[in-house]
């Protein structure tokens, strides 16, 4: 069922793992011998970001949260599943949702051409697109970046270098988000009793960075702490870093690392 909210609203390669390199073409990953050390570079062009706002108790959700799941085989897309919480007072509390994705989702609709928060909405590259099903190609043409991005992990801690160029927006914003894959849950309450659904992509941690004047030639730098979870060992992590432009909210570019 799609139902609004409403009242709610309110560079260098490593040696010992070439595989992972061959795997995501665009990025340059660096890994070293500590399994929780590595980089990676963006690429010359902006990545796809697709965000999916979904709940466990929408029972429309379940075909987005699989259309979701098949981008993994695209490496280069960014993809966050933002589950929403105005849901969970109508039978089904999902244990993923958060009032900050609520509140995303309601802030975002200013500017990504939505005329209100309903779910599962897929919004990509800063657009709601209604027509998702039919997107199968979100990687066609992709736009020439106007900066470059450098992510590093060391353990628990996650750096980021951001580095403006001439066609850098004047206003520039950014956000991070903590995904995992292969979530999988047993609803037994709600429009969708009975089901068992699985996730992909399930954004567990969000902070964002405010809004700072970039300059050529100065690099911004930024930092994320890797927060502590007991079930990271079985569902992978990925630290995403979303760079958008600070004046529209559109991303001008992305990059996430997952060692």
């Known amino acids: 069922m799609n139902r609004p909210s409403t009242d709610a609203l309110a560079g260098s390669r490593g040696t010992t793992i070439a595989l992972a390199v061959a795997a995501v073409a665009a990025f340059a990953q660096t890994p070293s011998l500590a399994a929780d050390t590595c980089s990676v570079r963006s690429a ?51 244990r993923f949702a958060s009032a900050a994705f609520t509140a995303r989702q309601a802030e975002q609709q200013a500017s990504n051409g939505a005329r209100f928060s309903y779910t599962p909405q897929v919004v990509v590259d800063g657009q709601d697109r209604k027509d998702w099903p039919g997107i199968a190609a979100p990687l066609a043409n992709r736009p020439a970046a106007p900066l470059d991005v450098q992510l590093l992990r060391d353990g628990d801690r996650v750096t980021a270098t951001v580095a403006a160029t001439p066609r850098s927006p004047k206003r520039l914003a950014a956000y991070w988000a903590v995904t995992e894959q292969g979530h999988v849950t047993a609803v037994k309450a709600g429009e969708n009793r009975g089901a068992t659904l699985q996730h992909d ?24 702490q890797l927060p502590a979870r007991a079930d990271a060992a079985t569902h992978p992590r990925e630290v995403n870093l979303v760079v958008v432009d600070a004046d529209n909210g559109r991303p001008v570019q992305a990059l996430k690392i997952g060692c």
């Open 201 to 224: 992509y399930v954004v567990r941690d969000y902070q964002t960075v405010p809004a700072w004047a970039p300059r050529t030639g100065t690099p911004q730098a930024l930092s994320f």
């Open 44 to 94: 010359a062009t902006v990545p796809p970001v697709v965000e999916l706002y979904t709940s466990e108790g929408c029972n429309s959700c379940p075909p987005a949260d699989r259309w979701l799941s098949r981008l993994k085989a695209d490496p280069n897309v960014v993809a966050l599943a933002f589950h929403v919480d105005y849901w969970d007072r109508l039978g089904w509390k999902d």
